[in-house]
């Protein structure tokens, strides 16, 4: 996150403001379970990515535009240059089954 996020009010707000429009929780206390948790640090990574790749579009409309409308046109920007949600869905991972490997003698090819 950028570092006057915690000392500006207005980027504090136009960061929640991004937690909120992804339906996301804005802080870890708000997190009850362990999807929410999940959730929260996933939207905290691709939020601090996009303001970071994004600074100078983001930066524009600090205390000059509403910080509500500022994340949403922070969003479709983002989007229309980038391709991309700044917040993009969740990778599942699914546990693959295990098999265990056997050591093969290479000349052989027989069990060791």
Known sequence: MPKD???NPWIAAFICELHSF???PVAAEECKNKVDK?????????ISNALALEEPMWRAMVNRVDP??????????????RRKM???EIPQFEPKPFVPKALTNNSTGSLR
Do not use: K, P
Request: hydrophobic share 45%; aromatic share 18%.
């Open 68 to 81: 509500d409308a500022a994340a949403e046109e922070f969003i479709r920007r983002f989007y229309r240059v």
């Open 38 to 46: 999940l959730q929260y640090i996933w939207s905290r990574i691709g």
């Open 5 to 7: 996020s915690e000392t």
């Open 86 to 88: 700044i917040v993009e």
């Open 22 to 24: 992804f339906g996301v």
